[in-house]
């Protein structure tokens, strides 16, 4: 069973930057694409970025464009989501999620992925 681990959430002024990183809790040998959601208080799950295998395609929630950006370094099986110019409305809990081995196209849908960590949160709040 895949495990997956986030780390980097916390507590930030607004215009702040964050980076969020997710990891598996063991190697994995496979391909698959990769996506980062997030649930405020109160609030359905929602898409925030996808990236594929390669890297090559990257979509985001017109809410975050041009302020998150998401990456992955497959030599250390992690995917990253830097986000910057924070702003109260991004306060929620946010989950990595991976898709099932060898689909490896990104998918802004939560049914597609197959495994989630177990969230971390991220306070916007002065």
């Known amino acids: 069973q895949v495990q997956l681990v986030e780390s980097g959430g916390g507590l930030v002024q607004p215009g702040g930057s964050l980076r969020l990183s997710c990891a598996p809790s063991a190697p994995t040998f496979s391909s698959y694409a990769m996506g980062w959601f997030r649930q405020a208080p109160g609030k359905e799950r929602e898409f925030v970025a996808t990236i594929s295998w390669s890297g090559a395609f990257r979509y985001y929630t017109d809410s975050v464009k041009g302020r998150f950006s998401i990456s992955r370094d497959n030599a250390k099986n992690t995917v990253y989501l830097q986000m910057n110019s924070l702003k109260p409305e991004d306060t929620a809990i946010y989950y990595c999620?991976?898709?099932?081995?060898?689909?490896?196209?990104?998918?802004?849908?939560?049914?597609?992925?197959?495994?989630w960590g177990q969230g971390t949160q991220v306070t916007v709040s002065s």
């Open positions: 999620a991976r898709r099932s081995d060898y689909s490896t196209s990104g998918s802004t849908r939560a049914l597609e992925y197959a495994y």
